[in-house]
């Protein structure tokens, strides 16, 4: 009997919003840095000088934060 009490504890539990809405969040950054940052490759190399090379070394270092980010944030 008391187990079960327990068990009902626990599913009774509120939804923490202010959590889902933080994942979320971080979640539409991750995605939004995604897409904007290739997009804005050309500009970069225009108004920056920067070479192809360094251009690849931004996507990388995008890529890898994305790589260990996905899994944390979903």
């Known amino acids: 009997m008391a187990l079960a009490r327990a068990k009902s504890s626990v599913l009774s539990q ?3 919003y202010k959590v889902l809405f933080a994942i979320s969040f971080v979640h539409l950054l991750n995605d939004s840095m995604q897409s904007v940052i290739p997009a804005i490759f050309p500009i970069l190399e225009k108004s920056m000088n920067l070479s192809f090379t ?3 070394w931004i996507a990388f270092t995008l ?3 994305s790589s260990i980010m996905q899994p944390i944030v979903g």
């Open 54 to 56: 360094q251009l690849g």
């Open 63 to 65: 890529n890898v934060t």
């Open 14 to 16: 509120p939804t923490i």
